[in-house]
């Protein structure tokens, strides 16, 4: 028997059960909605102006249905398997984004990564993408943009954008490369007389705890009395790097809980005393584009009173996905559980969610930024120096700015940069070092 005979079978086999068991409201139901899928691909098949194979008009149902439940929840076919498994290994071809779909399902970037093409040739957080190589990109998955946008190392792409920070729509070329992905892209001592340390993470792979862990050491060889972690713009990642993170300074208790209908769903990452650093006082950097992991971070560090948060509410990206498997090496990508922080806070935001709303990580110090300060810390990060402890730091070496781009009159007269929400937290932990010393 063919396939395709196969699966007809099934579905008219599935008719049949349904018309067959006890008339109830929502068999019926059931039975007329199924009636109604075979009609539409029967209508297709038959009428449409081109001819449409089964495997086309199966694949467009299995996403249409997935792609009604959120943005995270994927249909995905075998070569989108492998692209997963791509971005989890922290090293692949492209452009070097985070991307999601905002409210209206137009693709919307969390952040550029850093020292990638994207964030040289100008893209920034909250662009959102409405063309790639002039090509819509309406109701486009992120796993079918991600399918466009990566591609051949040295290869083009044009993507047009719009935000709030643009005037008006732009045309942003963008040439591939490999992207290497490091989690930890500064550690320093901002303050060498309080010695205070800062530690920048700009994303959660497998190894970020193990390269935190050769920064932190650097830093408290070096004297290290309080500790600043940046999580500006760390758009997420693996959930056990950001339990293995949070540990690092918790010794006990609930680090992150997950919650969802299914009892397989409903887990409890706990944190222990094994690999805990020292207690010093702590401050951690959110901003609105701070998402997933870096939430669960930030929020096990509040509930638990381990450290204070400053800077903006964070994302509010705390749903978990799933990966189950399908016949023929497919995998259904859903979403199954919302993440809780200590306190049982649910950390996510909603399609519908407004800002009143009970959402993300609202930080203890709150300094709001505007999208120039956003810029300016982006160009920021792009032209200083990414200082790493030379003790201790394994591979790490200290690598000299890139050139700066040459400037006008206006700014050569323009004033430095202020990083507000950074001086804000090196200004509280040094209350703290007093407070403790006193």
């Not at 920034?124 to 109701?139: A, C, F, M, N, Q």
Request: charged share 30%; with cysteine; glycine share 8%.
């Amino acid at each position: 028997m063919r396939g395709k005979d196969y699966i007809w079978l099934l579905l008219l086999g599935v008719l049949v059960v349904l018309q067959a068991t006890p008339a109830t409201a929502r068999r019926d139901a059931e039975y007329d909605r199924f009636k109604q899928l075979v009609t539409i691909i029967e209508q297709v098949k038959r009428n449409y102006a081109s001819e449409v194979s089964e495997d086309t008009l199966f694949l467009g149902a299995y996403k249409g249905v997935v792609a009604e439940l959120d943005p995270y929840s994927q249909y995905m076919t075998p070569d989108d398997v492998q692209q997963l498994m791509v971005d989890t290994e922290g090293e692949f071809g492209g452009l070097g984004i985070e991307i999601t779909l905002d409210e209206n399902r137009i693709l919307k970037v969390i952040t550029p990564l850093e020292d990638t093409p994207a964030m040289k040739a100008g893209v920034l957080p909250g662009d959102r993408i409405i063309e790639i190589d002039g090509k819509s990109t309406y109701r486009m998955t992120i796993l079918d943009a991600v399918k466009v946008l990566r591609g051949k190392p040295g290869t083009s792409v044009v993507i047009t954008v719009v935000s709030e920070s643009r005037k008006a729509r732009q045309r942003i070329t963008v040439t591939r490369d490999i992207i290497k992905v490091k989690s930890v892209r500064a550690a320093k001592m901002v303050d060498e007389k309080a010695k205070v340390g800062y530690v920048r993470m700009s994303n959660f792979q497998k190894d970020t705890a193990e390269e935190l862990d050769r920064a932190v050491k650097g830093l408290l060889d070096d004297g290290m009395r309080a500790l600043v972690l940046d999580l500006r713009r760390n758009p997420g990642g693996l959930l056990d790097s950001a339990v293995k993170v949070s540990d690092r300074f918790l010794d006990e208790g609930t680090i992150v809980s997950t919650k969802g209908r299914a009892d397989a769903s409903k887990r409890v990452f706990s944190a222990t005393k094994a690999a805990t650093y020292p207690h010093f006082p702590l401050a951690v950097l959110v901003s609105n584009y701070s998402a997933s992991a870096s939430e669960i971070v930030a929020g096990a560090v509040q509930d638990t009173g381990r450290g204070i948060l400053v800077g903006d509410r964070t994302f509010g990206k705390g749903s978990v996905q799933s990966i189950l498997p399908l016949d023929g090496g497919a995998r259904l990508r859903l979403t199954t559980a919302k993440y809780y922080t200590p306190s049982g806070r649910c950390i996510h935001r909603g399609v519908d969610a407004k800002p009143e709303d009970p959402w993300g990580i609202q930080p203890d110090i709150v300094v709001e930024t505007d999208v120039e300060d956003q810029i300016g810390l982006l160009k920021h990060w792009q032209q200083e120096r990414i200082v790493v402890n030379n003790k201790n730091n394994g591979e790490h070496k200290d690598t000299p700015p890139s050139a700066p781009a040459k400037k006008g009159a206006e700014d050569e007269e323009a004033k430095p940069f202020v990083d507000r929400p950074l001086e804000r937290a090196v200004d509280a932990l040094k209350a703290i070092l007093v407070y403790r010393k006193g």
